[in-house]
């Protein structure tokens, strides 16, 4: 079975711009996570989607946003960015059905931001 | 965001001995997990804990549910190069499917 894959692996943006990544989840699963990982921290939970709806919301500004479509695809957009969302991002994903779900995660798209 | 205290940050230590690594927190959780990521990659599970007091095994490693449901420890017995990563530990206090992250504990092994 394919794991859970990212597009892209990298990019590079600068200030003020807006960039959209995507999030291909396990078949079968209708739960996607997604996460911002910086140097030296922990994993920042961004939000989570099943059936195509935000289930769960971190702390994060409203220029993070995101969306699942009917095949549990994934997207996450960050507009307007700054040098401060210049991070690895992961997404996850799971069944869903119950929260001890095991998520497997993708490879990150490690965005820079200039 | 609100983060667990994993300690130790780092670990630089010698092929065979044991490492010994812990999550604390203020809070109680009713999930704690143990994830390894190596670079390039994301967080892979490694153990998965869902009551106070239980100690799971998974090969050489041990992890256990605080019974104070506020900590957790993982231990790797007589490590190997393949050990090497960044090992995590991640709650869930609220069964919401919201993990709360460890910054992660850095094991090196001195070749």
């Known amino acids: 079975k394919a794991g859970v894959t990212q597009t892209p692996r990298y990019l590079i943006k600068t200030r003020g711009q807006q960039v959209t990544l995507s999030c291909s989840p396990i078949?079968?699963?209708?739960?996607v996570s997604w996460y911002q990982q910086t140097p030296g921290q922990g994993l920042q939970f961004l939000f989570e989607?099943?059936?195509?709806?935000?289930?769960n919301k971190g702390n994060f500004p409203g220029r993070f946003s995101g969306r699942q479509f009917s095949n549990s695809r994934s997207e996450m957009n960050v507009s307007t960015l700054e040098l401060g969302d210049s991070a690895l991002y992961l997404c996850?994903?799971?069944?869903?059905?119950?929260?001890?779900?095991?998520?497997?995660f993708g490879p990150g798209t490690r965005l820079t931001v200039l | 965001g609100q983060q667990l205290n994993q300690s130790p940050q780092s670990m630089f230590i010698q092929e065979g001995e044991d490492v010994s690594m812990n999550c604390t927190s203020s809070?109680?959780?009713?999930?704690w997990l143990w994830y390894k990521q190596e670079p390039g990659e994301g967080p892979v599970l490694l153990i998965a804990?869902?009551?106070a007091g239980e100690l799971t095994s998974n090969g050489r490693l041990t992890a256990q549910f605080g019974i104070t449901r506020k900590d957790s420890f993982l231990n790797i017995s007589a490590s190997i190069p393949s050990d090497v990563g960044i090992y995590f530990c991640?709650?869930?206090?609220?069964?919401?499917?919201?993990?709360?992250w460890g910054a992660g504990t850095k094991l090196i092994i001195k070749p």
């Open positions: 996850a994903s799971s069944l869903g059905q119950d929260n001890k779900d095991t998520q497997y």
């Open positions: 078949s079968g699963h209708r739960s």
């Open positions: 989607y099943f059936s195509e709806t935000q289930r």
């Open positions: 809070s109680i959780f009713n999930t």
């Open positions: 804990l869902y009551k």
């Open positions: 991640a709650g869930d206090m609220d069964s919401n499917y919201q993990l709360i």
